[in-house]
């Protein structure tokens, strides 16, 4: 009876452990199931390199290129601050910080993880958009810009404490050479503790990256949602996500609109699951 | 030549610099909205429906909603995360399989939010035709959270000493006699560590939340499970970009709340595993 009762839950755990692989299948399965039949009307070619994105026009233009090159450009922004400070702060951390410090600094930096996108895309409406707005003289401040330094503060988090793992993981005689042959502090830094760590600061901005692309309501709120090809990045644009978040509460289930933006579904989940599987390459080269 | 200690200086201080940039601006955020947002929190903020449109009134059916959409992701999430944990930790060889796991693991840690929407959406809300509903959001969640307690719970059980292990499977005790008694009890503030990050996490989502289970309005309670609900996250969100002229005071409110529920579940996560480290015996 017990050996019964221990085989149930050894399968069960099993079948637990196969869970994750099967909830990664079905999100694709089921993206693919309603995605792909936008291409019944569209072709692919069109799809992803068609310069407008009216999809409740007669008839419906469905190209996605415009949020494609939105998604591109609030990422480039955001990873153009984001990377800088937060290598910079994983280094402090890591480095520099004494130890009382860097636990309050960890702390913070947890905290900032921890703040729901919605609260921060609130307050980037309150306060960043209006800066934006006042420094820039524009029309409106719902701009690519603000929409960037935003999730710069969501990446951040990301970067810092996988690039500080990253350096903390050097071993310490690595470090303990180069002081001995009389490097300062920051040369043994520079030269040998970042480029030791670098694969794993790389698979830190890689993870940041996949972060900021893959955000939604913050850059829903901030950006200002219009749907064409980017002229500046004092422009108003339009990113993936916000595209599916804003529009599927009004497309009808069952129509092109819909199968559409599930579509933009597998572009996102394709985008992220290359990005994500890099990075465990250079995560794992390291060790 | 250069003075290295010079280059040294002024290196450090760009990573001083780096470092506030991140600080500072965290610091301002959780200030602004605490004092902006406190003058909106009173009894009647929290206990009463919402009126003229959201205008005034209170926020209790975002809150109720919300606490019913949490528990019900973590009851869907925590055993299913809890025995994946277990397999990983106890059972997984290091072999293909394991690998691809782990694979698994980190994708489904890394997929956008709003991609957890439509999975929902397709699945629980169409397919299954639960609709939008308390159920469908709280199994999208459960998934979407299901990384984050896999991966603290295996933490935990992994840093129970191996030795224990082996004096009880040396007392004859079976594997699964092992993991229940001796390894589930040490590892218990770690679980309880990662369950309550991952609730942390489901209750601050709200891209999941858009399309499988929120009202815009619904200034009444949920009546079962398969209930539209209205949730913190998303009602912060509509009184910020879909209502006009919302008083300022009742976003600032709404904002303060929700930060406030998400920080003390982090708190009270931070705390467990500090006691849990200081009290260690090995």
Not at chain 1, 100 to 111: D, M, N
Not at chain 1, 157 to 169: G, N
Not at chain 2, 242 to 256: M, S, W
């Amino acid at each position: 009876m017990r050996k019964l009762k221990e085989f149930i839950i050894e399968k069960l755990i099993l079948l637990c452990g196969l869970a994750s692989i099967f909830f990664v299948a079905m999100i694709f399965l089921f993206l693919l199931k309603e995605g792909l039949a936008v291409f019944t009307t569209v072709n692919p070619f069109d799809f992803l390199f068609g310069k407008s994105w009216y999809p409740i026009s007669e008839p419906a233009q469905l190209g996605i290129l415009p949020l494609i090159l939105g998604s591109l450009l609030v990422t480039l922004g955001a990873a153009i601050i984001s990377i800088p400070i937060g290598v910079g702060c994983a280094v402090y951390i890591a480095e520099i910080a004494p130890p009382k410090t860097k636990e309050t600094l960890k702390a913070g930096i947890e905290l900032l993880a921890a703040i729901p996108s919605v609260v921060l895309g609130f307050i980037g409406m309150v306060t960043l958009v209006p800066l934006v707005k006042s420094i820039f003289h524009l029309p409106t401040g719902l701009t690519a810009l603000s929409g960037s330094i935003m999730l710069a503060f969501m990446a951040m988090p990301t970067i810092v404490s996988i690039a500080e793992d990253a350096l903390y993981s050097v071993p310490k005689t690595y470090k303990e050479g180069a002081l001995a042959l009389g490097a300062t502090h920051w040369q043994t830094i520079w030269r040998v503790m970042l480029p030791a760590a670098s694969s794993g600061i790389l698979a830190a901005v890689m993870l940041g990256i996949g972060r900021v692309i893959g955000e939604t309501m913050a850059v829903m709120m901030i950006t200002g949602n219009a749907a064409v090809i980017p002229q500046s990045i004092l422009a108003p644009v339009r990113t993936l996500t916000a595209t599916i978040a804003a529009e599927m509460g009004e497309a009808v289930v069952g129509s092109e609109h819909y199968f559409a933006l599930f579509a933009v579904g597998i572009v996102l989940f394709v985008i992220s699951f290359a990005i994500n599987v890099t990075a465990d390459l250079f995560l794992h080269k390291r060790q | 030549m250069k003075n290295p200690y010079r280059t040294q200086k002024i290196a450090f201080f760009f990573l001083l610099v780096a470092t506030l940039l991140i600080v500072i601006p965290v610091g301002l955020i959780v200030v602004i909205i605490i004092q902006k947002g406190i003058p909106a929190i009173n009894w009647q903020f929290l206990s009463d429906m919402p009126r003229q449109g959201m205008r005034a009134g209170g926020i209790f059916p975002a809150i109720i909603g919300t606490i019913y959409l949490v528990t019900g992701a973590i009851i869907f999430a925590l055993p299913i995360g809890l025995l994946a944990a277990i397999y990983l930790s106890e059972y997984s060889k290091d072999n293909m399989l394991t690998r691809i796991i782990k694979l698994a693991i980190v994708n489904l840690a890394g997929v956008p939010s709003v991609v957890y929407g439509l999975f929902g959406l397709a699945l629980f809300v169409v397919f299954f035709k639960f609709g939008a509903s308390i159920i469908s959001g709280s199994l999208t969640l459960g998934i979407m959270i299901l990384p984050v307690i896999i991966t603290t719970s295996r933490e935990a059980l992994e840093s129970v000493p191996y030795s224990f292990r082996e004096v009880s499977l040396s007392l004859g005790a079976s594997k699964w006699q092992t993991i229940r008694h001796i390894v589930l009890p040490n590892a218990i503030p770690g679980i309880l560590t990662g369950t309550i990050l991952g609730l942390g996490r489901a209750a601050g989502e709200t891209a999941p939340i858009l399309f499988t289970v929120a009202a815009f309005y619904l200034p009444r309670l949920p009546e079962s499970i398969f209930d539209q609900a209205m949730a913190l996250p998303y009602h912060l969100y509509v009184i910020s970009t879909q209502v006009p002229n919302v008083d300022e005071k009742v976003r600032y409110g709404t904002a303060l709340v929700l930060l406030a529920l998400v920080l003390f579940m982090n708190l009270v996560a931070i705390i467990i595993r500090y006691k849990f480290r200081k009290k260690k015996k090995w």
